[in-house]
């Protein structure tokens, strides 16, 4: 099993800035992909950055040049660096994790509003 622990959510206002953590707990899978998605309010859940374990990376068109994926595979932890937020990014981000036989594991959400 793999269970996934997220920190940093918030309150922030527009142009403003946050990092997301997640944290994935494992004594039996190796770790592959680490990724974050956002769900809005009425809107699907959509891929907002991810890395592999080579440090690939890719994102949505909507957050490139703000935000950041960075990952420490000692730590197994996914780090999202959120820069000049804009109300369009609030939502509630998921972690999720690609390991063992190639499942999807995912995080609880943590909630992210940007507002003045």
Known sequence: QVQLVESGGGLVQPGGSLRLSCAASTTDFSIYGM??????????????????SGGITNYADSVKGRFTISRDNA??????????????????????????RMYDYWGQGTQVTVSS
Do not use: F
Not at 75 to 94: A, C, F, I, Q, W
């Open 75 to 100: 730590k197994n932890t996914v780090y999202l660096h959120m820069n000049s937020l804009r109300p369009e990014d609030m939502g509630v981000y998921y972690c999720k994790v690609v390991a063992g």
């Open 35 to 52: 990724g974050w998605y956002r769900q809005a309010p009425g809107k699907q859940r959509e891929l907002v950055a991810a890395i592999t």
